[in-house]
């Protein structure tokens, strides 16, 4: 089957890895894919053996997610938009896709409805109409107002077969973030988390006994950085911080001479991130959905530093909701200060690492199956 999945990632690059995850389980399981991406190019992400089409980037300003960036980082106008929504459509009138994922939308995005509504219409008016699907993670950002709940409900009743959630039920449902009524609660499809393969277990290389600190790949988590550096001066432990976002060189030099010490690793986002997480002492981490998963795999003591620019509760109620797991702890950013970052971490360590089994981390795998079921009832 031809499978289309369109998402723009605006702040991080979390959406995007997750897409392009879910698109090579596709591509394993002898599917045609092609991932329409919106957000700024993420060279670091792995797309290999996924068909990339690129819109003309777009970017959030910070958490402003009203406030939509070009490339050159002015605000983008209605010709740059429309230029997007062109784009989109003819590549779904290229592709003729089976099945149609939008990640995130209608939950989301709401400041791309207009692309999303071509999107949506150009695939509808395919012979034969695609599957149509969202791909929602565990925990969204929950809606500020009742309207933006129903206009969600609205386009799904439209326009959804199903919503993929990407979620073990045991440990997070989508109740927790958004008011599931009772007329789309039959279009939620649970998969389990959508996470790379698990990465192998390697005790020595770099890394090894250290505390590990990151904030994902965009250009955030310069609070938790500096209390890290504070906290390392007080540790015997060493500590590596790992810097993301396009502006990642700067911040770099930037923490660099705030920490005026060689001891401390400061340095880009590593593709073996994951990897690491076998070798360090600990994570001190933010808590977006990949960053989770990586924790939730390798089952490393890990305390959770929640991003809450903006009002943001997404990543609060996840790491609250897997603080039940030993080995894992929470400090809000507002009560983040060296000595509280040392506590905590003091506390995971203790508890040793937590083993993943019995975990539901196999989402991408049965989203295939998922999908491949649906689109077979519909063709008998």
Not at 357 to 365: H, K, N, P, R, V
Request: aromatic share 4%; glycine share 8%; proline share 6%.
């Amino acid at each position: 089957m031809k499978v289309l999945i369109a998402v723009t990632h605006l702040l991080g690059t979390g959406h995007l890895s997750r897409a392009l995850t879910l698109a090579r389980a596709f591509v394993r399981a002898g599917h045609d894919v092609v991932v329409v991406s919106g957000g700024r190019p993420a060279p670091h992400l792995e797309a290999e053996g996924v068909a990339l089409v690129q819109l003309p980037p777009l970017a959030s300003d910070g958490v402003d997610f009203t406030k939509l960036l070009t490339d050159l980082g002015v605000e983008a106008d209605e010709a740059y938009l429309t230029a997007r929504r062109q784009k989109l459509a003819a590549a779904v009138q290229q592709m003729q896709p089976d099945v149609v994922i939008t990640e995130l939308f209608p939950f989301g995005r709401r400041s791309l409805a207009a692309e999303f509504e071509v999107l949506l219409q150009t695939a509808q008016g395919l012979t034969p109409a695609p599957l149509i699907l969202s791909s929602v993670r565990d925990i969204l950002a929950p809606p500020s107002k009742a309207s933006k709940a129903a206009a969600a409900r609205d386009r799904l009743k439209a326009y959804y077969d199903a919503v993929l959630v990407h979620a073990d039920p045991a440990l997070t449902r989508l109740e927790m973030s958004w008011p599931v009524t009772n007329d789309i609660a039959d279009l939620l499809q649970y998969t389990g988390y959508v996470a790379p393969s698990a990465p192998e277990v390697e005790t020595e290389g770099v890394g090894a006994g250290e505390i590990l600190v990151s904030a994902g790949g965009g250009s955030v988590g310069d609070a938790l950085f500096a209390c890290a550096i504070a906290a390392a001066k007080r540790s015997p432990l060493r500590w590596r911080l790992l810097v993301g976002g396009a502006d990642r060189e700067a911040r770099i030099a930037a923490l660099k001479a705030q920490a005026d010490d060689p001891s401390i690793t400061i340095e880009a986002v590593r593709p073996d991130f994951r990897q690491m997480l076998h070798r360090v002492t600990a994570s001190v981490s933010m808590c977006g959905y990949n960053t989770a998963l990586d924790v939730l795999q390798t089952g490393v003591p890990a305390v959770f530093v929640p991003f809450d620019d903006g009002g943001e509760v997404e990543q609060t109620l996840r790491a609250r909701a897997l603080a039940a797991q030993p080995g894992i702890e929470v400090v809000s950013a507002a009560d983040l200060t060296p000595r509280s970052l040392l506590a905590e971490l003091k506390r995971v360590i203790s508890s040793g690492r937590r083993s993943a089994s019995g975990l539901q981390m196999a989402g991408a795998q049965e989203s295939v199956a998922i999908v491949e079921r649906m689109l077979a009832e519909r063709r008998a």
